[in-house]
């Protein structure tokens, strides 16, 4: 297997733009998170589905960011409208479970809002 | 609130020494605790989990400890070698153990 997906790996946008963020999960993985890495908030939680349904949202930080997974092979997580405190390198995981799962990171995008 | 702390300032040791790395939680019990290596540009990589019933959990050079009462894990590497120079991150489990928290990272420079 590939490992984990994520597009584009980088992101240059103009704040109060759309943008979209993509992850292709490790097949079989029934876990998927959106993760947020900053140098001032490390990695954070935004959201994490099992088997296509979202979870726990409690991280996504406002009604800007949404995320979805339509089916088990593909995921989005949007930013509508962009800010420049957006900027930051944006992960995502899988897993086979959720306790004590072992999460295979993708190679992250890292987004710039101007 | 959950907290968990790591050492912020980076660690520089000399290649064949032990390195020993922090990670202190808060305000919780975590039933495992996994900690992961992250390479400058890449994703966070695997490298062990410890249950909180595990002391001590051994992997290669790699050494984990998990003291419940003191609220802590030390993550050591033996002989340690300029290919691990990177940041670890230690990860307890939320309560509930439906995701994991990561801390803040120790960046580690092991020289030649």
């Known amino acids: 297997d590939a490992g984990v997906i994520q597009s584009p790996r980088h992101e240059v946008t103009e704040m109060g733009q759309e943008v979209t963020l993509r992850c292709k999960p490790i097949?079989?993985?029934?876990?998927l998170f959106w993760y947020r890495q900053t140098m001032m908030r490390g990695l954070e939680l935004l959201i994490y589905?099992?088997?296509?349904?979202?979870?726990?949202d409690s991280g996504m930080p406002e009604d800007r960011f949404s995320a979805k997974m339509p089916n088990a092979s593909f995921s989005t997580l949007k930013i509508q409208p962009s800010e420049p405190r957006d900027s930051a390198v944006y992960f995502c995981a899988s897993s086979l479970t959720v306790i004590e799962g072992e999460q295979f990171f993708g190679p992250g995008t890292r987004l710039t809002v101007l | 609130s959950q907290k968990i702390e790591q050492n912020s300032e980076a660690l520089n040791i000399q290649e064949g020494k032990t390195a020993t790395l922090t990670c202190n939680y808060t305000?919780?019990?975590?039933?495992?605790l996994q900690w992961y290596r992250q390479d400058p540009g890449r994703g966070p990589v695997f490298l062990l989990l410890?249950?909180?019933?595990?002391k001590e959990k051994r992997k290669e050079r790699l050494k984990v400890t998990f003291d419940t009462t003191l609220k802590q894990s030390l993550f050591h590497i033996t002989a340690s070698q300029p290919a691990d120079s990177a940041t670890y991150l230690c990860a307890p489990a939320h309560t509930g153990g439906f995701k994991t928290i990561f801390g803040a990272g120790t960046r580690l420079f092991v020289k030649a």
């Open positions: 410890i249950r909180e019933n595990e």
């Open positions: 589905f099992n088997n296509n349904v979202p979870i726990d």
């Open positions: 097949s079989g993985h029934d876990y």
């Open positions: 305000n919780y019990s975590p039933a495992y």
